[in-house]
C-alpha cells in the first residue's frame, strides 16, 4: 500500500512538473490562473522553484589519522557547560556538560572536579545536587585508557541563595503560642 502511495504521489509530481500554467487578465485587471487552456488566457514561463542540497555532515568519529597513531590523537577543542560566570539563582542542582570535538570516543574517560572535589558522574555529564551559595569552579579533564590527558577545560558559576536576613524571604509561619491550661 505504501508503495503504490509513493508511485502516485511521484506521478503526481511529475505531471505537475511538466504542466503548462496559463493566465488571463480580467475586466477588472486581476489575473485568473489555471492549468488548462482558457480562453483570453496566455501560456507563461514559471520559474523553476528553488531548492537547497545541504551539505554532508562531518564523520563524528576521529580522522583516519588519528585512528592510525592514537598516541598523537587529542581532542580540537573542550567546551564545559554551565559558562563562565554563569548565575543561578536557588538551584536545586547544577548539570556539568563537557562537549568535544571531535565526538568522545568509547573508550575515553571524563573527571569533573568542583572546587578540587571529584564529583564523579558517568559520560560527559554530572549532576551537582543542591550546591552551596558562593562561586565554584569546576575543571573537567579527558584521558585515554592509559590515563593520559586529551583534553581539560575549566568554568566558574556562581549559586545565589536568598539568606536568613534577606527582604524578599518569607519567613516560615510561626507556630500559635499554647493556650493556658485552667487549673
Known amino acids: 500500500m505504501k508503495t503504490a502511495l509513493a508511485i502516485f504521489l511521484g506521478l503526481l509530481a511529475a505531471s505537475t512538473a511538466f504542466a503548462t500554467t496559463y493566465v488571463r487578465v480580467e475586466k477588472d485587471g486581476t ?31 576521529p580522522s583516519p589519522e588519528q585512528a592510525q597513531d592514537p598516541a598523537s590523537f587529542h581532542y580540537q577543542n573542550c567546551a564545559l557547560s554551565p559558562r563562565m560566570d554563569e548565575n543561578f539563582f536557588s538551584p536545586e542542582s547544577v548539570t556539568l556538560s563537557l562537549t568535544a570535538t571531535p565526538t568522545l570516543r568509547y573508550n575515553d574517560r571524563v573527571r569533573f572536579l568542583v572546587d578540587g572535589a571529584d564529583v564523579g558522574g558517568n559520560g560527559p555529564s554530572a549532576s551537582m545536587p ?7 569552579t569546576v575543571n573537567a579533564n579527558v584521558t585515554d585508557s592509559s590515563g593520559r590527558l586529551l583534553c581539560s577545560a575549566s568554568t566558574t558559576f556562581h549559586v545565589q541563595r536568598p539568606t536568613l536576613n534577606s527582604p524578599a524571604r518569607v519567613p516560615p509561619p510561626r507556630p500559635n503560642p499554647p493556650k493556658p491550661t485552667p487549673h
Open 31 to 61: 489575473k485568473t490562473y489555471s492549468d488548462r487552456p482558457m480562453p483570453g488566457g496566455q501560456p507563461i514561463d514559471l520559474r523553476p522553484a528553488q531548492t537547497y542540497s545541504s551539505q554532508p555532515a562531518p564523520s563524528s568519529g
Open 130 to 136: 543542591n550546591p552551596d551559595r558562593g562561586s565554584h
